[in-house]
């Protein structure tokens, strides 16, 4: 039977029929169906062209079904039937394979926390089934094992992962409100001192001296500093561009290097003239050359933590990465009396806020150079008997 206008809903024909499960078109005879369930049936085409049916026990109930299943059409909200049926596991391989806007690092990250934590846990949900409940239980298993921050990412990843759902109709709604995650405790940053730094160089393996030192002096991000090549240094000018990072090792071994971490992070940097002399030392490079490689090559993120881990060994306290240059470099310019904004160019920052959100500590206090600023300027006349 074919789907007629039912009715008119601000002056839009609904289409859909309203079918007597039994009694036929005559009103009169029985169907075979007479007796058993809801009476009244309401037809209706998905926006795909499927047909959907509904049982119903009054016909009025059912015509005002198909009013709202075509208002959800016109506005956009119609899910038709099977949405939500895919799993979370399934529906976040859909979703990853869309983040072709991540940088590589970034995707790799983010397979990462699928592998490891969000599949493992909620995987296997049907995504129609999913409540707050499944997800908070979700970040408690997290928590035992994972850092709040990391917590939080893995997290940030499945909300966008929900939020997807809700965009292609696979939900009507995410089910992350009112979910509460660990809080994330961020200790003030103890910057490495000088001496410390000359005992790391001291300890480390011969292949990664220069990179410390370099590192120590520059205050490159890691995977800037093992992603410089040749061509990006100019030792007659002492300046050092940051446009590239170390991304992967590439499926024909060669190294990947990608774009930075944000607008903020394609800098200039100036070096001086005991860094420029320790890199005239290494001779005529090949322009694309990375500029510190390990004794197997290019410097990976797990090469470089092994070298790092293999020092903290005969030297403790160190912490835990070739992050702890930059915040040592950090410190050594704010002991200079260099400005946030000045600190935040060099390193990269978005801004100044950033750095002082990360190294305001570290300024020293202005109380007592406020206080000299202003006290004693203003003297009192001599007294006089009126």
């Not at 930075?260 to 490079?285: E, N, P, W």
């Amino acid at each position: 039977m074919p789907l007629t206008p039912l009715g008119v809903e601000n002056g839009v024909p609904v289409v859909g029929r309203v079918q007597d499960r039994w009694l036929k078109r005559d009103r009169k005879t029985r169907t075979s169906e007479y007796g058993v369930g809801l009476r009244w049936l309401a037809v209706w085409e998905e926006p795909g062209g499927q047909e959907r049916k509904k049982s119903f026990a009054t016909k009025d109930a059912a015509a005002d079904h198909l009013l709202g299943v075509q208002s959800e059409i016109r506005n956009g909200t119609y899910h038709p039937k099977g949405s939500g049926a895919v799993t979370v596991g399934e529906w976040a391989e859909v979703w990853y394979t869309a983040q072709v806007h991540q940088r590589d690092s970034s995707n790799e990250t983010i397979r990462r926390r699928l592998d490891r934590n969000i599949i493992p846990t909620l995987g296997a949900v049907p995504l129609a089934e999913l409540s707050r409940a499944d997800i908070q239980a979700a970040i408690a298993v997290w928590s035992r094992t994972l850092a709040p921050s990391t917590v939080k990412t893995t997290y940030v990843y499945l909300a966008g992962i929900l939020k997807q759902a809700v965009i292609d109709k696979q939900l009507k709604s995410s089910p992350t409100a009112g979910v509460n995650l660990p809080k994330v405790e961020r200790a003030p940053i103890r910057p490495l001192s000088v001496p410390v730094v000359q005992e790391l160089v001291n300890v480390m393996g011969v292949a990664y001296r220069e990179a410390v030192v370099f590192g120590a002096a520059t205050g490159l991000r890691p995977s800037e500093l093992f992603g410089l090549t040749w061509d990006r240094v100019d030792l007659g000018k002492g300046i050092v561009i940051v446009d590239r990072q170390l991304v992967k090792r590439g499926r024909d071994g060669v190294p990947v290097l990608g774009p930075l971490k944000t607008d903020a992070s394609y800098r200039s940097v100036k070096i001086g003239s005991a860094t420029i002399l320790m890199l005239k030392g290494r001779g005529v490079q090949p322009a694309d050359a990375l500029v510190f490689q390990g004794r197997r090559g290019a410097c990976y993120r797990n090469t470089r933590a092994m070298a790092w881990q293999a020092a903290r060994k005969a030297l403790l306290g160190i912490g835990d990465g070739w992050h702890q240059l930059r915040h040592h470099h950090a410190s050594l310019l704010i002991a200079a009396g260099l400005s946030p904004v000045a600190v935040a160019h060099r390193l990269g920052h978005k801004d100044a806020t950033e750095t002082l959100q990360t190294y305001g500590h570290l300024w020293p206090d202005d109380d007592d150079r406020m206080a000299a600023a202003s006290d004693g300027l203003l003297i009192l006349p001599d007294s006089e008997t009126p």
